[in-house]
């Protein structure tokens, strides 16, 4: 098993490809407003890798989304490879998603109509590449999922389910890749390979990846950890030295 | 900061979204595990549009066979009449117009009865030529009206036989001619006007006239020239260019949709029904689909949340769903065409032998296109309020489970609101000719809908507030279901509480229309008229009516009288200004006095007078509606009457509207007793005869008493009417039941959209412990507080709709029908409960496991 990944020196040399300034969020407002993130500062540079962890509620789930720009923040700024994600539209986000930003959910999120292969070439088919069935194929191929290109999600177990999920994440070699809770719904046993794949993925294709996790041991396979509590960032330690 | 480098391949812009193959694509691989829910959102739009097409079908069938009754109560496409001879240029002017024609002389004279030594006043008419053109005149024995054009004879009503003992092939003497009576009339021969004659009708060949020797002495002759025109042909915009082409001859043209109007009220009400229905058939139907969709859409938000996610734009998600719902509705919509063209036939075929009218059974293909495309159009309206919250479903529900549909966003929805309500009015004009009306109707929809979302939120309020924690729990339960979040009370009293409105609102009127149109009312109308009653005679009439065993139904006063100014300019130089019509100057108004409205009279404006304010003010006279406007006067206007050629000075104090339609006595103008009580007249009394030999007994013994005393009798026209309005009442009843076609979607979208939510919990519930006994009944509770009260709002509105409806529109009784209420009542909370118990038994047929596992 490799250690955590470290190639960010090309990254620091571009520029951050994530930047968060003073970010915030709340919920609700006067005397019921709930603060659930304050003033969270973070970088991470082409190629680094980074995990999130903290207890529940503590905020960590809730700044992935905002990196992503699947939510938007009520303070702060987001920079995604150099683009201010508040300012965009919904769609103009949507399509700075599809150009630098994978994802790879705790439930999986793949769309239950599609199969396997259809499923890894919807990032594809979004940014308008037709013809690219080979590459999806191919890794497929790469998670050990040749045999099971026309399956749909259902027919599939829930580690080959991520399995798709990582495929998709990666089919468009994004610049970086928010996982939440990757491993959350399984068991050691399949976590491990998917583990592997992921930061072998991110390793090959040089992409930046922000993991969310409870998981002691597969935050320790980043480079930098962050810990998070009450919205706020506690500490922020690096190569693993939880 | 370069947004278009940033821009991925799928399009931002709405059309260009909408035609891209991916779009296309996606919408057909997502349609995969959802076929079976599709299917019932496409069978809602089957049921909309199969009411919608079937209702409008049989409307432009039905209207068909008025047009064609219409035409048969004319005999023609067009008469011209004249009180003088129409001259033979001017009739080979007329027929180069005409495919066929045929004239007639109709005069009064007297008809002698040699066998029995009796006399009596008939109304001769003399006809030539094929007429009628349209509709069948019937004699006994058949084939006698073809008859009289070749045979010496006449053909006479049955009530003179009866009257003077006499029998087909006795001998009468008409003129100075002797002939046989050859056969009786039981279907007449279309009329010059309702009351062509104040006599019994008597048919002769018109080459027989000259042979009476009648012509030569007869000044009050009437000529008529029938016409039937090439198909096609505009009768309407004939007679305007006939009347500008003969504009010196003294005739009067008459076309069949003149002689529709004279139906009197019940074919406006029926067209007006129509148009009431036709509209609620739409917007149930379109709810229904309204309905489904959002049930379909909020089913498909964590997918739509994966696509933004993953760089879908926005309008390419949304361009996924519509085609889907598009391409759904065009489906069901032909489905939807083809179930109406079927219903439309079947009832036509099944309904052929007892209506009246000949209507044809066939599709009307017009008409099927034009309400296919209108219910297709509409229902993709509606099913846009749904669709358009697709562009507010975040990417960052993937993160969080159980992300439904946002609520609605008022001010970004208006537009689309008021898009739908334009398209509603713009639908519903053609099925109402009076605008106002058809905004009045959308308007009252729009009314209906606020009010329904008004009940809804205070009811989620009052749930908030009520429960208690020391309820029950099941009770508990089941009725903070109806505030939680997510739950279904504003969509459910929305779609089940305005289906409701609408159905019931729709029985409701048919049923005061049947009521208006209804037999029993006809048949208390007076059928038999005895004119020239002197006022001393009038006890005597009375009693030998009392005698026959004859109810007395009115006695009213007569006095003629002509126009002699208007606001005090004479009435010959409005003539010549053109501001009078001819005919109105020149008639002989025939007027009554009276303290009190009779029932077929509605005081429209100004104040009912029973006495003259003092000696020296104007007499008050009470003027029908049609008449004020044709002199175009209004209340407070004088008119200088000349009574017999007395002047007298009036003031128009009232303005009437009048029900034609039940052959009561009525009068163009109504005076106050003080002002006509001496004025010379005679009266006329009205009866009802049960049939032909009563009517010729109470004739025979009038007689002997009162040989001056006239009798019209009218039953056999009244007959005709009564068929009439009998087919229109029975095809009411059928569209009111077409309608109910239409409710089948709502309740689907109703249910459906509840579903999905109240299943997991209930499962999740199930998963804890919870019985099968205790779901349903939770189950029970809401769906049976959601139904009650959808019930009790929509029936609220429709009592109310139908108020004003009756009162404004159809000038009926506001009550509604106790039983129709109760009935509805009784199904829509029944449904809705019902509704309940099938969901309590699919949450206790599916696998926990199942469910949880789906993430539904």
Redesign the interface.
Known sequence: MSSASSNPEIGRKQGPVLEVRGLRKTYGSGDRELTVLKEIDLQLAAGDTCAIIGPSGSGK?TL??LC????DASAGSVLLDG??VE??S???R??????LVG?V?Q?F??????TAL?NVL??L?????TGRRKDAEAILGDVGLSKRLGHYP?QLSGGEQQRVALA?AFIHRPKILFA?EPTGNLDAETSAPIVDMLFRLNREAGTALVLVTHDPGLAAKARRVIKMGAGTIISEEENGAL | ?A?SE?????P?NPIAALLHP?TWRMAW??????RARLVIFSLAIVAGVAALVSIHSLKESVQQGINTQAKSLLGSDLMVSSREPIRDEDAAKLNRYATRSSRETSLSSMMFFPSTNGARLVQVRAIDGAFPFYGKVKTEPAGAWQKIQQEKGVLLEPALLDQFRVKVGDTVKLGSAELPILGVVTDPAPQSSRFSGFAPEVYLGRNQLEATGLMGVASMSTHLMQLKLPAGTDAVALKKKLQEDFADAPWRLETPEDRQQNLGDALDNFQRFLAIIALAALVLGAIGVAGAVHAHINKRV??IA???????????AFGIYLIQAAVLGLIGALLGAAVGIGLQVSVLTFFAGDLPFEIPIAPQWGVVLQTTAAGFGVCCGFALIPLLKI?RI???A????GAMLAGRNWLAATPVYLLLAGLLVLLSIPGDSNWKRALAMVAGLAGAFLVLLLVAKCLTWLSRKLVRPSWPYLLRQGISNLHRPHNQTVLFLLSLGLGTFLLVTILLTGNLLKGKLSVSQLAESPNLYLIDVQPDQEPGVREVVKNQGLPVLESAPMVTMRIASIRGIPVQDLLKEKKVPRWLARREFRSTFRTELNSTETLMDGEWKTQRDGADAPAPVSLEEGIAKDLGVKVGDSITMDVQGVPIETQVTSIRQVDWSKFNLNFFMVFTPDVLADAPGFHVVTTKAPDAAASGNLQRELVRGFPNVTAIDLAVVLETIRKIVDGISQVISVLAGFTLLAAIPILTGTFLNGRDLRVRESVLLRTLGASARQVRIILLIEYAALGFLSAVTGLALAVGANAVLATRVFKASPWPDFWILAAAFAVTTGLSILGGILLGRGVNKTSPLEILR??V
Do not use: K, Y
């Not at chain 2, 940033?6 to 799928?10: E, Q, V």
């Not at chain 2, 993937?398 to 489970?401: A, P, S």
């Open positions: 789930t992935l989304g992503a720009g699947l939510d683009q201010a300012a965009l919904q769609d103009a949507a399509a700075l998603r599809n150009r994802f959910f439930n999120q793949l769309i239950p109509t599609l259809e919807v990032p088919e979004l940014r308008g590449e259902l998709r939440d | 900061m947004h940033m821009n991925s391949a799928l931002r991916w691989r997502d349609s995969r595990s959802q964590p997918v994966i696509l933004r996610c993953l760089g879908c734009p926005g309008n390419v562009r975040s990417p960052a993937t993160l969080r489970g789906s993430g």
